[in-house]
């Protein structure tokens, strides 16, 4: 094979792998920096198909297929210059349409001068327009970008391989004056090989530099085009997101934090019922004998007990605090929700069912598994309320505790509206909701959570409703 020819091969395949790459990275987002320099790659791959046709049969070697040669390298090193013109301000597509239209005289008028003056001279004039081109995208990579771009490490090994190409185009110009004709064809000297080895080699660090530039400089003024950039895209678009449901979920702190304060305030009083009332029945006792008396106050000891508990577990409830990792009984921690959710299923007439088989010992921070599951009931009821009458037969929610070798499984049904099937795969993503006014962060949370305890909640649409597994780990599992 001619010498260069496996030059022209490399380089061809190199200009199609690479360009792929680009056009794979970016696809849609193609801005006009990456579209220029796809044009850029791809006129440089035909430029190096017409040189491996021209050296492969003497045919190729005529006016024609050398005017495109040349039509096609000066188009390719435009495209570039437009390329990183494009980075820092945008050149519209029409300014490159109409440059190729002069770039099509120029070449016309070339092979008008070889006809006459003979190729030589084309190689001066040539190199010279090349060199040119190399210079002004060597002045912009320089001095025309922002800092964020000039400082970025691939724009400067850019610039280096293009200050090579410069003086590639200048020692070819050179050989004119020094009878040395430097051509990618005929029977190339070692000298010539060599230069042309160095040319493809600047060349490929080129296109290497400005991939590497592409993926890791981060355009401010459009930083979602950049194909790594769009997963910090999204977490910034959800960071947004979020900002939008704290300020709407402000309201439920301040829900929080008045109940919160009620609980605190109203623990004093509570403790001194209960003082009182064993006080008195203590006294009572002393002096006389009266059992409906001693019924109430023993009714009043155990109801505020009772009060003061439920008023103990909303405060923890509402306490901000890190997670606290201990064992405990599944079983006591779903008993004080139920004391809190208890007044609401009754005035909206919702039958609690309990199928507990086993009071599994679990491992976890008890209150923020009890956020998990009033979220989950809370759900539950606001289901089992916008459900028509008699939807799904008797306004139920049924909860049911088992266990597994490595979990405890709590399951949640309810006889509500179920799940919207279409919100049924991304239940559990944030800002999902079908509520007037919901926030759509109550399962999102919930899932959170159950994931730092290692354990899954799942829902599915059951017979007669929503169904909700939660898993939890158990507490022998985790000192195994
Ligand atoms: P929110 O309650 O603010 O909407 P959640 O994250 O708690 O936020 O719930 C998200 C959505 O999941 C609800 O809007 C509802 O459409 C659906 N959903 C949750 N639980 C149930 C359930 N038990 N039955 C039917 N749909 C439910």
Redesign the pocket.
């Known amino acids: 094979m001619h010498p260069i020819n496996s030059l022209a091969i490399t380089y061809l395949l190199f200009t199609l792998v690479s360009s792929g790459i680009i056009y794979g990275a970016f696809r849609k987002n193609l801005d006009n920096s990456a579209k220029y320099f796809l044009i850029a790659e791809l006129f440089m791959a035909i430029t190096s198909a017409i040189i491996f046709m021209q050296n492969h049969s003497p045919d190729w070697y005529r006016s024609e297929t050398l005017a495109a040669g040349n039509f096609f390298s000066i188009g390719s090193e435009i495209a570039v210059l437009f390329s990183v013109q494009s980075l820092a301000k945008n050149v519209a597509i029409r300014r490159y349409i109409f440059s190729l239209f002069a770039l099509l005289i120029y070449v016309f008028l070339i092979e008008v001068i070889r006809h006459y003056f003979g190729s030589k001279i084309i190689i001066l004039i040539h190199n010279t327009v090349i060199a040119s081109i190399s210079i002004s995208i060597f002045i912009t990579c320089k001095f025309k970008s922002d800092t964020s771009l000039a400082n970025n490490r691939f724009i400067k090994s850019f610039r280096f391989f293009e200050m090579g190409l410069i003086i590639f185009s200048v020692v070819r110009g050179i050989g004119y004056f020094a009878n040395t004709v430097i051509v990618p064809r005929d029977n190339p000297s070692t000298f010539v090989i060599f230069m042309f080895t160095l040319y493809v080699t600047m060349s490929v660090f080129r296109y290497m530099s400005y991939i590497g530039l592409r993926i890791t400089w981060v355009d401010p003024k459009n930083w979602s085009i950049n194909p790594l950039n769009r997963d910090l895209a999204k977490a910034i678009e959800e960071k947004d997101h979020l900002l939008r449901g704290l300020i709407a979920s402000n309201r439920v702190i301040g829900i929080s934090a008045l109940a919160s304060s009620l609980a605190h305030q109203l623990s004093q009083p509570l403790t001194a019922i209960s003082l009182q009332a064993d006080r008195s029945r203590r006294e009572l006792a002393k002096t006389s004998d009266n059992p409906v008396l001693m019924n109430s106050l023993d009714e009043i000891s155990t109801q505020s007990g009772k009060l003061a508990e439920l008023v103990k577990n909303l405060r923890q409830l509402f306490s901000s605090r890190n997670y606290e990792f201990h064992s405990f009984s599944l079983h006591k921690a779903c008993h004080e929700i139920l004391d809190i959710v208890e007044p609401t299923l009754q005035s909206k007439r919702i039958t609690l069912t309990q199928r507990i088989d086993t009071d599994p010992l679990v491992h976890g921070d008890a209150i923020q598994i009890q956020q998990v599951l009033i ?2 009931f ?3 009821i ?2 089992i309320s916008t459900a028509p009458e008699g939807l799904n037969g008797p306004r139920e929610i049924v909860l049911s505790i088992g266990q597994n070798e490595q979990n405890a499984v709590l399951r949640i049904e ?1 006889s ?5 099937p279409s ?1 049924l795969p991304s ?1 559990f993503e944030l800002y ?4 007037q006014g ?7 949370l919930s899932k959170t959570i159950m994931e730092r305890h290692h354990g899954s909640i799942t ?1 599915v649409n059951g017979s007669s ?2 169904v ?1 597994e939660i898993q939890i780990p158990l507490a022998k599992a985790i000192s195994e």
Do not use: E, P
């Not at 509500?416 to 919207?420: A, E, F, L, N, R």
């Not at 999902?432 to 509520?435: E, L």
């Open positions: 979220n989950v809370n759900n539950a606001d289901a309810d509500g509206t179920g799940i919207d919100l239940i999902k909701t079908t509520k919901g926030l759509g962060v109550g399962l999102w829902a409703g929503a909700f």
